[in-house]
């Protein structure tokens, strides 16, 4: 439980890092790091770092599996350009590309809380939609989820049929999904 709150404190560390750096026009060189965080009667140290990056270039948006067994991540491997979404298994200690989309970049990978597909937001190389996309596990099959929604910035499951997403450009919005029965509201 406490290395559950440790993970999605990290996640949410780096979530909140790529908020800020997603600003810039250019993708930044950024890199991941996996770290043992143990308990001690002082509170929590971390050690060990593992670096978990493909390249020199974008590695960023990590999630876990509920399992704890792989984070997922996107980069744009050992070039700049458009990223893919990577597997990392940590018992193994290797890294899978799983999508290879072209002309695509997809951002923000999750695992759907039914834990069947892999979400994220694909965006067409020199273009504005930003589309809500699900894949199978193993990276293939993707199909748009909401295709009437093109400007989904970051989204998190809430349910295993209710999404919260924040959606740009400006005016920002809030608004709830439901994928199902595809309804849609503002906050």
């Given at each position: ?100 989309t072209k002309n695509q970049s997809e ?81």
């Amino acid at each position: 439980m406490k290395q559950a709150l440790a993970m999605k404190i990290i996640t949410t560390f780096c979530f909140l890092m790529s908020l800020a750096i997603g600003c810039l026009a250019q993708l930044p060189k950024t890199e991941i790091y996996l770290f043992d965080i143990k308990e001690s009667i002082t509170g929590y140290t971390i050690d060990n770092p593992k670096k978990i990056t493909v390249g020199n270039n974008y590695n960023n948006q990590p999630h876990f599996s509920r399992d704890g067994r792989y984070l997922y991540f996107v980069s744009n491997g050992k070039k700049a350009g458009k990223t893919d979404i990577y597997r990392y298994d940590i018992l193994k200690k290797r890294t899978k590309r799983l999508t290879k989309t072209k002309n695509q970049s997809e951002y923000s990978p999750k695992i759907s809380p039914d834990q069947k597909r892999l979400t994220c937001v694909r965006v067409p190389q020199d273009s504005t939609i930003q589309n809500l996309y699900a894949y199978n596990l193993k990276g293939k099959k993707g199909k748009v989820l909401f295709p009437d929604n093109t400007t989904f910035g970051y989204y998190t499951w809430l349910t295993q049929i209710d999404i919260l997403s924040f959606h740009v450009p400006e005016p920002f919005t809030l608004m709830r999904h439901q994928s199902i029965r595809k309804i849609h509201d503002t906050i």
